[in-house]
């Protein structure tokens, strides 16, 4: 599977967070590109991008604190505590004089923002993707339970909760996002959920130094139909902001149309 080649083919690198690590993976050479999975994720779920970013630039993945190889963050596990132990992470892996990309999905973009309003100079653009906890309403959303479940059951609750959550079609919903859907799910220990009706995302943007972007599927289940709403909302806020919604897509916009998730992204980041 991709993502299996992707881990074989990356550099890995480690930095210390709370009573363990936050592990970190890396491909190719140029400007850098760093990726926040989403919540009850890790690196793979960029599994659709990271080679054709690594094409011409650095793309720097980890797996979030609390998920994935990541060890929990110290103290309480809030994306401000997440973003502060991927911050110390970056100031080893790139340096002083760093300069960067930062895109963040979901859970990742409210971190992502956090990281931002730390990192002030050093970033580059901000890329939010499919980002909550910006104080609107979310659409309800129940999703079966997967903890109880083995073997057929299992998978076949993975894929009902990718339906209702991550994919538009749910004939897209393939065996690699199955696979990626359980290994996430056996190591997700932050429950990042709960984030995602606050404000915590809004509140860190007038902080931002580097210059602002966003991109969602078209029907994204937790934002449609009130994706105009969002964006303006961050318009008012970031008048400099560039925006792209992807049609016929629904929340892990990079997974279900990756060839025109690329091209945005790299819109954004010209």
């Known amino acids: ?11 890995r690198f480690e930095t210390p967070c709370g009573e363990g690590v936050v592990v970190w993976r890396a491909w190719g050479e140029g400007p850098v590109l760093v990726l926040l999975h989403g919540g009850s994720g890790s690196w793979r779920h960029w599994v659709r991008n990271i080679g054709f970013f690594a094409r011409s630039r650095r793309v720097i993945a980890p797996d979030l604190p609390g998920l994935g190889e990541s060890a929990m963050p110290p103290g309480d596990p809030t994306p401000a505590a997440v973003a502060r132990a991927l911050h110390a992470g970056i100031v080893q892996l790139l340096g002083p004089a760093r300069h960067y990309d930062l895109a963040g999905f979901s859970f990742g973009s409210n971190c992502g923002a956090h990281l931002a309003a730390l990192e002030g100079r050093h ?3 901000l890329t939010l993707i499919g980002a909550a906890a910006l104080g609107l309403p979310r659409p309800p959303l129940e999703l079966v339970k997967v903890r109880d479940k083995e073997g057929e059951a299992r998978i076949a609750a993975h894929r009902e909760n990718l339906a209702r959550l991550m994919f538009y079609n749910p004939a897209l919903i393939d065996e690699e996002a199955l696979a990626i859907q359980e290994w996430n799910t056996r190591h997700a220990r932050l429950r990042s959920r709960g984030f995602a009706t606050t404000t915590s995302l809004r509140d860190r943007l007038p902080e931002l130094q580097g210059a602002l972007r966003a991109i969602w599927g078209g029907r994204d289940a937790v934002a449609w139909p009130q994706i105009p709403e969002r964006l303006a909302l961050l318009r008012a806020i970031r008048p400099e902001l560039r925006s792209e919604v992807i049609e016929n897509a629904g929340h892990w916009v990079m997974y279900e149309a990756p060839e025109a998730f690329n091209a945005a992204l790299e819109r954004m980041l010209d």
């Open 1 to 11: 599977m991709m993502h299996e080649e992707l881990d074989r083919r990356a550099e």
């Open 123 to 125: 970033i580059r653009t």
